[in-house]
Every structure is written in structure tokens, then in C-alpha cells.
């Protein structure tokens, strides 16, 4: 029984974590930076550095927990894929090299510049890897429980 429960909290975290860094990304892209855009005073600056602030804490959360609750379900489901084959592996992979490019990217940008109007496109990059991060691991799973499968 303790497992079951193990592994929902693990679970928990690592949709949890992710939608920390998605919605957090999708607050900047979609409001922050064209709202950045239209104010331009200390008073807008002092606002993106709080958002930038406090972001930062959450991402480095969030990231953490990606990494402990990812590297948990590969013990639990790593057999699985395996036995899915290459392609499973290779999307898997795919998975992983965005996430850890949008990790990269966010981590670098500090939110000031990210939200500088200039910055829209890699923005829209940022958004983009994580939007495909989530869809691949909506593959994934499918993949796993079998209910899908590639060519």
C-alpha cells in the first residue's frame, strides 16, 4: 500500500512540477512580455524583478522535482520502454533534450530580458519546446499503456 501511495506522490510531483514551469513560462509569454511592452518605468521594472524573483525559486523547484520524480519513473517504467523498442527510447530521448533545452534557455534568460520587447521570439521558442515536451509525454504514456503504437 505505502508503494501505491509512493508512486502517486511521485506522479503528483512530476505533473505538478511541470505545470509549474509551463504556467510559469505561459504567464510570461502570453502577459508579462506584452505587457512589458506598453509600460516603461521603474515603477513596470521593479514588478519583472519580483516576477523574475520569485520565478526563479519556482522554476529551480520545479526543475528539481522534474529530475527526482523522472529519474523515479525510468526505475519504475524503464523496462517498459525498452520493451517498446527503439522508437519508444528515441521520443523519449527527443523528451528529455527539449526539456532539458528549455531548462537551459529559461535558466540563462533572466525574466527582465525575456520580457524585453525584442525578446518575443525566444519567447515563442520557450513556449514552443514546452508545449512539444508535454505532447511527447502524452505519446509516451499512451505508448506505454499500450493504447497507441508507432509504425
Known amino acids: 500500500m505505502a508503494y501505491g501511495i509512493f508512486f502517486v506522490l511521485m506522479r503528483w510531483l512530476h505533473v505538478g512540477s511541470a505545470a509549474l514551469v509551463v504556467g510559469g513560462l505561459a504567464l510570461i509569454?502570453?502577459?508579462?512580455?506584452?505587457?512589458?511592452?506598453?509600460?516603461?518605468?521603474?515603477?513596470?521594472?521593479?514588478?519583472?524583478?519580483?516576477?523574475?524573483?520569485?520565478?526563479?525559486?519556482?522554476?529551480?523547484?520545479?526543475?528539481?522535482g522534474l529530475i527526482i520524480s523522472g529519474v523515479f519513473q525510468w526505475v519504475i517504467f524503464g523496462q517498459a520502454y525498452q520493451g517498446l523498442g527503439a522508437k519508444a527510447?528515441?521520443?523519449?530521448?527527443?523528451?528529455?533534450?527539449?526539456?532539458?533545452?528549455?531548462?537551459?534557455?529559461?535558466?540563462?534568460?533572466?525574466?527582465?530580458?525575456?520580457?524585453?520587447?525584442k525578446a518575443r521570439t525566444w519567447r515563442l521558442v520557450n513556449l514552443s519546446l514546452a508545449v512539444l515536451v508535454v505532447m511527447l509525454a502524452g505519446v509516451l504514456r499512451y505508448m506505454r499503456l499500450g493504447d497507441i503504437g508507432l509504425p
Request: glycine residues 4%.
Open 29 to 64: 509569454v502570453l502577459s508579462a512580455g506584452p505587457v512589458r511592452c506598453l509600460i516603461d518605468n521603474n515603477e513596470a521594472a521593479a514588478v519583472i524583478r519580483r516576477i523574475e524573483l520569485r520565478y526563479r525559486w519556482v522554476l529551480a523547484a520545479a526543475v528539481l
Open 89 to 117: 527510447l528515441g521520443l523519449l530521448s527527443v523528451k528529455i533534450l527539449f526539456a532539458t533545452a528549455l531548462f537551459a534557455l529559461l535558466w540563462a534568460f533572466q525574466v527582465e530580458s525575456m520580457v524585453h520587447p
